[in-house]
């Protein structure tokens, strides 16, 4: 039996679709979820903390996460199933994406470490010592930094940009390029951002450019 209300098995199944390689960490599919809630208060949509908690790597909608670690079989199959809806919430799409493409351009301890800075996170990280599981989350720990850091992470980067863009995965590297010039790598641009990816002389996400004269331009 799964625990997680409609709400969240719709952005659950959006996240599936859209983005299985993400949706084989539980860790990103929390950051997801996080992300999307944040992204959607702060505009003023609608949004739900509800069943969120505070873990070490991050708050954790805590139903959504017992039901991934717990029955991840049925839940998949219920996400690879019919589209699900919630009558009472309709998925807002740009909001969707630019949390997808956030916590794809990030990897796992980046993610944990963006969240940490959050106050509604942080507030809350003394009580790991006395308490370290299920501590609830409180909204009014959502303070005016986490807001000015919310509205500068989901403005970052327009939809447009997201939308002509794909993310090339050499590990521990999340390269981003436009479509155009992924399109035009040779092997020898391959190899070279392969070397770059394992250097460690640059932090998540890596912004590619193909020159006119076929140069790599890395920033």
């Known amino acids: 039996m799964l625990w997680t209300n409609s709400e969240k098995l719709v952005l659950m199944q959006w996240f599936f679709r859209n983005n299985e390689r993400a949706f084989q960490n539980s860790l990103k599919v929390q950051k997801f979820l996080f992300f999307y809630e944040v992204f959607s208060k702060i505009q003023g949509k609608p949004y739900s903390f509800d069943r969120m908690v505070i873990y070490k790597l991050g708050p954790v909608f805590s139903t959504a996460y017992g039901d991934y670690r717990h029955d991840f079989p049925e839940l998949k199959a219920l996400l690879d199933g019919e589209d699900l809806a919630d009558h009472n ?40 010592g006395i308490q370290r599981y299920q501590i609830p989350a409180d909204e009014a720990d959502f303070s005016e930094e986490d807001w000015k850091l919310a509205k500068l992470l989901l403005n970052a980067y327009p ?30 641009h391959k190899q070279a951002l392969n ?22 331009e890395i920033d």
């Open 195 to 216: 070397d770059i990816a394992f250097s460690g002389e640059f932090d998540n996400p890596v912004f590619v450019n193909l020159a006119d004269d076929g140069v790599l």
């Open 159 to 188: 939809i447009d940009f997201i939308e002509k863009s794909t993310i090339l995965y050499l590990d521990p590297a999340k390269f981003v390029i436009s479509k155009e010039d992924n399109e035009k790598l040779t092997d020898e």
């Open 89 to 128: 919430f309709v998925l807002d799409l740009p909001t969707a994406r630019k949390a997808n493409f956030l916590v794809s351009i990030l990897n796992t301890d980046e993610l944990s470490e963006l969240t940490h800075q959050f106050s509604i996170w942080k507030k809350k990280e003394s009580l790991f």
